[in-house]
């Protein structure tokens, strides 16, 4: 901040220092310019200090808000006129400094003494509830600042039962209202894209479920800007972090099945033979239905498997009878509730790929998880019923018939095994997947996958199968290994 003390200024710029000030101070930055400059000095800021703006634009001060750039140069220490100048410069600096090509500037990420990284949750739902506020609830480097949804009641009744401090309906005020490092976005798919958007501008760290966005072009706009701000982000495609799914890829990396051939990937769920309606069958807010809902977790473990893809062929229908008329009487056109796309990868090898939301499998979950490989020296089957059975099951060319192969110890570690919900609580809950290692990731500075960039190549493989599916060919494209 230049020329404090000086009262014939007509410009006060915020500016990138060698000693940056904790995005914390927004409010004494606020009360600096307040009393050391005219309510006529013009003050250029940043998107990463809501609250000196907003104080300052109370007392109608021209306030211009420009991104990429730093906090203020805090007051010289010896200036005898403020005490809170003095304060400022003592501040704690901030751990965490981004850089790009245009040079070194200040996110919205300096954590307070405590290190821990304050959170702000949009989504108030049943899986909020049960996987993302049990996990943040027990690990030191997180705090929940804030949680927003539509209905104000029921996000102050989570905010109550999770002693998180501010409730919001709508998830902009909380962002720009609240001093945050980093967001969660947990709503429903058209929130994604925009809150998103809004908290990487915003300086923020981004963990979003997937679907990113709507659309290819959307999906990389997030990955373009996350990499722009340097923002360390998370798409949590979960069952990559089974310990099934661990111990398949532990050993196809040993080389259980050699040059992998061909991969085969089922998930048979049941949920849309609910004879009500399902935004998850709704093409307005769910246009790749079944492919987009729960296929899209398998494509990302198939190219965890086999590498980047290079072509799909793909078939999305219909094939389920389903209520007519939304929640609100409109009919709504019908999303596809079974999908059948062929992969073809960059290494040469095939894929065939199901996803169903009409089948019928009459276990607890009624869904059932199938992944085979197949490859040059032998054979791997993972299969999941999500009521008692995780195994994996294979065999080496010439070693005969298919036989379990437990999963170690060391994988399983101290998630609970009999019942496969279990386990899957205890790897969201309980380890460093997901939701804590994004949040562990953001307390010491470093990258962690899948991320924004990773969610942006599934939703180029949804549209290039969509379009496929519209048009009837194959559809070729060039993705990144994610």
């Known amino acids: 901040m230049h020329g404090v003390g000086s009262g014939d200024?007509?410009?006060?710029?915020?500016?990138?220092?060698?000693?940056?000030?904790?995005?914390g101070m927004g409010m004494l930055v606020a009360e600096v310019v307040r009393r050391q400059f005219p309510p006529s000095c013009h003050v250029v800021a940043?998107?990463?200090?809501?609250?000196?703006?907003?104080?300052?634009?109370?007392?109608?001060?021209?306030?211009?808000?420009?991104?990429?750039?730093?906090?203020?140069?805090?007051?010289?220490?010896?200036?005898?006129?403020?005490?809170?100048?003095?304060?400022?410069?003592?501040?704690?600096?901030?751990?965490?400094?981004?850089?790009?090509?245009?040079?070194?500037?200040?996110?919205?990420?300096?954590?307070?003494?405590?290190?821990?990284?304050?959170?702000?949750?949009?989504?108030?739902?049943?899986?909020?509830d049960s996987m993302y506020l049990p996990a943040l609830s027990t690990l030191d480097e997180a705090r929940v600042e804030a949680i927003a949804g539509r209905n104000l009641e029921r996000a102050r009744q989570r905010a109550q039962?999770?002693?998180?401090?501010?409730?919001?309906?709508?998830?902009?005020?909380?962002?720009?209202?609240?001093?945050?490092d980093a967001l969660i976005v947990a709503a429903a798919n058209p929130v994604h894209y925009p809150a998103t958007k809004f908290g990487l501008e915003n300086g923020l760290h981004v963990l979003c479920e997937k679907p990113i966005a709507a659309t290819h072009a959307e999906a990389a706009e997030l990955a373009a800007l996350a990499r722009e701000r340097g923002a360390i982000t998370m798409v949590p495609f979960t069952y990559a972090f089974m310990p099934g799914?661990?111990?398949?890829?532990?050993?196809?990396?040993?080389?259980?099945v050699g040059d992998i051939h061909h991969v085969g990937l089922r998930y048979h769920a049941g949920y849309a033979l609910a004879d009500r309606y399902d935004w998850k069958l709704d093409a307005r807010r769910n246009p790749?239905?079944?492919?987009?809902?729960?296929?899209?977790?398998?494509?990302?473990?198939?190219?965890?498997?086999?590498?980047?893809?290079?072509?799909?062929?793909?078939?999305?229908?219909?094939?389920?009878?389903?209520?007519?008329?939304?929640?609100?009487?409109?009919?709504?056109?019908?999303?596809?509730?079974?999908?059948?796309?062929?992969?073809?990868f960059e290494s040469g090898a095939q894929g065939v790929l199901h996803a169903s939301s009409v089948a019928y499998e009459g276990t607890s979950m009624n869904q059932r998880h199938t992944i085979d490989v197949h490859g040059s020296a032998g054979m791997l089957r993972y299969e999941v019923d999500w009521d008692r059975l995780q195994v994996v099951r294979g065999t080496r060319v010439g070693e005969g018939p298919e036989r379990e192969l437990p999963i170690p110890d060391d994988i399983w570690g101290g998630?609970?095994?009999?019942?496969?919900?279990?386990?899957?609580?205890?790897?969201?809950?309980?380890?460093?997947?997901?939701?804590?290692?994004?949040?562990?990731?953001?307390?010491?500075?470093?990258?962690?996958?899948?991320?924004?960039?990773?969610?942006?190549?599934?939703?180029?493989?949804?549209d290039a199968s969509l379009e496929s599916s519209e048009h009837g060919r194959r559809i070729e494209l060039r993705v990144t290994d994610p």
């Open 9 to 23: 200024v007509d410009d006060v710029e915020i500016v990138p220092c060698d000693e940056f000030l904790p995005i």
């Open 46 to 128: 940043d998107r990463h200090q809501p609250r000196a703006k907003a104080h300052l634009r109370k007392e109608h001060r021209d306030v211009t808000v420009r991104t990429g750039v730093g906090l203020a140069h805090p007051p010289e220490p010896d200036d005898p006129d403020s005490q809170l100048s003095h304060h400022i410069s003592r501040a704690t600096p901030p751990t965490r400094t981004l850089r790009n090509e245009n040079g070194t500037f200040q996110a919205r990420c300096a954590r307070t003494a405590d290190m821990a990284v304050r959170l702000g949750i949009i989504g108030t739902s049943w899986w909020v």
């Open 161 to 180: 039962q999770w002693s998180i401090p501010t409730a919001y309906d709508a998830w902009q005020d909380m962002i720009d209202s609240e001093e945050l």
């Open 245 to 256: 799914f661990e111990w398949m890829e532990r050993l196809i990396g040993d080389g259980h």
């Open 288 to 344: 790749t239905g079944a492919l987009g809902d729960i296929g899209s977790h398998f494509l990302y473990l198939a190219m965890r498997l086999a590498g980047p893809v290079s072509a799909v062929t793909a078939r999305l229908d219909v094939v389920g009878q389903h209520v007519e008329l939304d929640d609100d009487g409109v009919r709504y056109p019908l999303a596809p509730d079974s999908a059948a796309v062929v992969l073809e």
């Open 415 to 462: 998630l609970r095994r009999e019942s496969v919900h279990d386990t899957y609580r205890d790897v969201f809950r309980t380890t460093d997947a997901m939701a804590r290692g994004w949040v562990k990731a953001v307390a010491n500075d470093q990258p962690i996958e899948p991320d924004l960039a990773t969610g942006a190549t599934i939703q180029h493989l949804l």
